[in-house]
């Protein structure tokens, strides 16, 4: 039963009106997502043109993801209280103020300052598009139309190493910045046309300030310790230690508080429904095998074959490519069958990927090597997206804005632990040789993505549970009227 009434809904039409509504949300997303990996590979060139040390400009990647995990949590309240296609909109205008800014930095500390409004705005732009996408297309058909903005957001980081690599090459660094200007131009005129202008709620509650500063505080403090946990080569790292712990206590501050608030930042009440709670789990997980990836094989081409930046950069290509290609089909496989069977099999279609890197090493060919990695962005599409899809079809549309941001958060704390276990990892086995440091990590990342495979399955049977319920609840209404 539950079965066909999925195949029902993934046949439905689908207007122009929404596609083209998800497309503008697709570009302002790609622009947002791309300045999150474009940046990295022109980090040493600015600190020469800007006198300053490579410490120091760390912090223009840093600066922005710090500002990105700060405005996430305030996401939802501010859709609520503003209507999220104007703050949709708004953020846009934001970031690429901000990116004009960058452009025209004539010191690091400008820099870092400008980065910092992008990254504010980058963390409202994913969840709002999320938001404004869920009320405008409902539940039955949300796989297809969100699966369009997944393609943006896996598609931007994986493209930026490649695209940073040829400005630098070809130009100079303050067109890593000056590339979003008339690109942000754009989707602002596109977003005054297409992107609905909502109202507000009519009663959004007050801000929660103490939420807000423990939230605000503790998802960049616990991603800011983690990231540089695997710079620094350890959690007991001078620096690396006390911001962790001091995001973790903030974090668990806020969930004390959000049980006894009677409108915390973030509602989390929405983890008593079961689909919603395997979603945000098994989303958490894939955030962590996706962002490992993009942290293992730029290395892996690096220190293992050799490669250069932008050749690095080109050879990751097929990664993002393989997941821009089978997006479409995740989403319409979500709307059919749910997102926690279309996830099991995607993980475990990236376990295959993965395996070869376990037992081979650095001794696969070059052209392997790139079939796999095109497989996997594939595996990924299928195994990444379904989960957070999932989540939102769990809510009702009035909880998208609070559903979109924890899942946002959940996605990029699992990602930034993820990526400094499997980069502390990395760095202690590497005085065994490179060939055998891979093995060794790749082996542990087959495990940890089998552990998201249990997530997955936690999640097909909520989901099927909650269909049984739903076929009941319309048995029951049809009964009654007649």
């Not at 503003?82 to 953020?91: D, T």
């Not at 930095?105 to 980058?122: D, E, H």
């Not at 930034?416 to 490179?434: K, Y």
């Not at 399955?457 to 269909?467: I, Q, V």
Request: charged content about 10%.
């Amino acid at each position: 039963m539950t079965t066909r009434l999925h195949a029902a809904s993934a046949t439905e039409a689908i207007p122009w009106r929404v596609w083209r509504l998800a497309l503008v949300i697709a570009f302002g997303a790609f622009i947002s997502q791309l300045d999150t990996s474009i940046v990295s590979v022109g980090l040493d060139t600015i600190a020469g043109d800007l006198d300053a040390g490579l410490g120091d400009a760390q912090w223009v990647a840093n600066a922005y993801l710090i500002a990105l995990g700060v405005s996430l949590p305030a996401s939802g309240w501010l859709g609520r209280r503003f209507g999220v296609g104007r703050m949709w909109m708004v953020a846009l205008g934001g970031f690429t103020v901000a990116s004009a800014l960058c452009a025209f930095a004539v010191g690091i500390w400008w820099l870092v300052a400008a980065r910092v409004l992008q990254g504010l705005s980058a963390g409202v732009l994913v969840p709002a598009g999320q938001t404004v996408l869920g009320q405008a297309v409902g539940p039955q058909r949300l796989g297809r139309v969100m699966a369009t903005l997944g393609i943006a957001v896996t598609l931007g980081p994986a493209l930026g190493p490649a695209l940073g690599g040829l400005i630098v090459h070809a130009g100079s660094w303050p067109w890593l910045f000056l590339v979003n200007v008339p690109l942000g131009g754009l989707g602002i005129w596109l977003a005054r046309r297409y992107v609905p202008h909502d109202r507000p709620v009519d009663r959004p509650g007050r801000l929660d300030w103490p939420g807000l500063l423990l939230v605000g505080a503790g998802v960049p403090l616990l991603i800011y310790g983690l990231t540089r946990s695997g710079e620094a080569g350890g959690v007991t790292a001078p620096g690396v230690l006390l911001p962790a712990l001091a995001g973790l206590l903030s974090i668990a501050g806020f969930v004390w508080h959000a049980r006894r608030a009677a409108h915390p930042i973030l509602d989390l009440r929405l983890f008593a429904r079961p689909a919603y709670a395997a979603a945000t789990v098994t989303a958490a997980f894939a955030g962590a095998v996706m962002y490992s990836a993009t942290l293992l094989f730029p290395l892996y081409f690096q220190l293992g074959h050799g490669t250069g930046v932008l050749e690095t950069g080109l050879a990751l290509i097929p990664l993002g490519l393989g997941t821009a290609l089978l997006l479409p089909v995740s989403g319409r496989l979500v709307d059919r069958y749910g997102g926690g069977v279309v996830s099991c099999y995607g993980i475990l279609a990236a376990v295959a990927t993965t395996v070869p890197f376990a037992l081979a090493g650095t001794d696969l060919a070059e052209t392997l090597v790139l079939v796999l990695l095109l497989l996997r962005g594939m595996a990924l599409a299928v195994a990444v997206v379904p989960a957070g899809i999932s989540a939102y079809k769990a809510v009702d549309p009035e909880q998208l804005p609070d559903a979109t941001t924890q899942v946002n958060i959940l996605q990029r704390v699992g990602g930034a632990l993820g990526g400094a276990v499997f980069t502390v990892m990395l760095a202690h086995a590497l005085p065994r040789g490179a060939d055998a440091a891979f093995r060794t990590t790749f082996a542990w990342l087959t495990v940890v993505s089998m552990l998201g495979l249990v997530g997955a399955a936690w999640l097909a049977l909520a989901e099927r549970r909650l269909g049984v319920e739903q076929v009941r609840h319309r048995a029951n209404g049809q009964g009654r009227s007649t």
